[in-house]
């Protein structure tokens, strides 16, 4: 399928290359309907791979790349229910969202998140399977997740971890701050910041850049330097659920979902 | 480097700017969510912006309670 057009995200094959466009309100959060098309966009994928060298992921909302998972949707989903048939349903929505994730990290194509504004949570994970990074000077970085009594979900810490020095991922994780895209350049985290508005131009520029290589050793290439951590990933998720359990969760859920505060994206 | 004052009023002007407000309408004391009429998204734009404009970086945790332009010009200060 070299076009789709969802209700969270829309795909479309142009001259090798593919965009994969995030277009939910408020600010790409992934819920169940968001995870339906991400899985539909993966099972593409293998047919796009044949055709393409290169995708590009980036985000039509003003107010970002993606805030993270749909919290208010998983609140929702949750209240009422046994601890434990929460947590498996929570269990059941990571191994999808995993396995979403470790197609795009180990697709041949050569991969580019163009980031914009809120790129929180979920929505850093999405960008951290993506070969390389380019920020509009205007994106913000952020994993808040430990302020919900958890820890990122969706492959955040070993795919940090891959790619950054374990101190860096301890001050990302542990504080919960935010930071811009300077700083993510600074810590190697992003490859490129560019202007307000520059941020496709400079996704398709590269882009344009990696036809020029022979596919097969630009894969070959991928595939050494960017191992998936397997392992990791599942104690993650194992982790992640066993947190969920914990009263702290709820207790931050509802916070943030039925907070009044001005500020709850500042963690 | 900038003394307070002058970090004041670069963070009135830039929020004016920014939001669109007259810059004759913003003081130091102002509540700057109700003032400029900005969410928490639009209050992260306004922190990055601050920080390419001052070149430093404020941890958000710093900015906790912190709704005025002046207490937002000493955390900022703080770290010039």
Redesign the interface.
Same mark, same amino acid.
């Given at each position: 399928m070299n076009q789709f057009k969802g209700q969270a995200l829309s795909w479309e094959l142009k001259n090798g290359v593919v965009e994969l466009l995030l277009h939910r309100e408020p600010?790409n959060e992934i819920g169940l309907s968001a995870l339906a098309e991400l899985e539909k966009f993966a099972s593409a994928l293998k047919d796009l791979e044949n055709k393409a060298h290169a995708l590009i992921l980036h985000s039509t909302l003003k /107010?970002?790349f993606c805030a993270g998972a749909d919290l208010r949707e998983l609140y929702r989903g949750v209240q009422g229910m046994e601890k434990q048939t929460a947590a498996r349903g929570v269990r059941e929505f990571l191994e999808r969202i995993h396995k979403v994730m470790n197609a795009i990290d180990g697709s041949p194509l050569t991969t580019v998140a163009a980031v914009n504004?809120?790129t929180f949570g979920g929505g850093l994970e999405l960008a951290l399977v993506c070969d390389l990074i380019i920020a509009d %000077?205007?994106a $913000?970085f952020c994993f808040p997740e430990l302020r919900l009594g958890l820890i990122p979900g969706f492959g955040g810490i070993p795919r940090l971890k891959r790619d950054l020095g374990n101190a860096v991922v301890r001050d990302l994780l542990l504080?919960? $701050? /935010?930071?811009?895209a300077? %700083?993510a350049q600074q810590i190697g985290l992003v490859s490129q910041v560019v202007a307000e508005g520059e941020l496709l131009r400079a996704a398709r520029g590269t882009a344009a850049q990696l036809a020029k290589f022979d596919r097969r050793t630009a894969a070959a290439a991928k595939q050494f330097i960017k191992p998936i951590p397997y392992e990791e990933l599942q104690r993650e998720i194992d982790i992640f659920c066993d947190l969920f359990t914990q009263p702290a969760v709820e207790a931050g859920l509802k916070k943030f979902v039925e907070s009044k505060?001005?500020?709850?994206?500042?963690? | 480097m900038p003394d307070s004052k002058q970090t004041l009023e670069e963070i009135l002007d830039l929020a004016a700017a920014q939001f669109k407000v007259p810059r004759e309408k913003l003081t130091p004391d102002d509540d700057f969510f109700k003032t400029l009429g900005i969410d928490s998204l639009q209050a992260l734009d306004l922190l990055t912006r601050l920080e390419h404009h001052f070149n430093v970086e404020l941890p958000d945790y710093e900015l906790q309670g912190v709704s005025d332009f002046r207490t937002l010009a000493g955390r900022i200060q703080a770290r010039l």
């Open positions: 600010c /107010s970002g504004g809120v %000077k205007m $913000r504080t919960g $701050r /935010s930071f811009n300077t %700083k505060d001005a500020q709850p994206y500042l963690p | -």
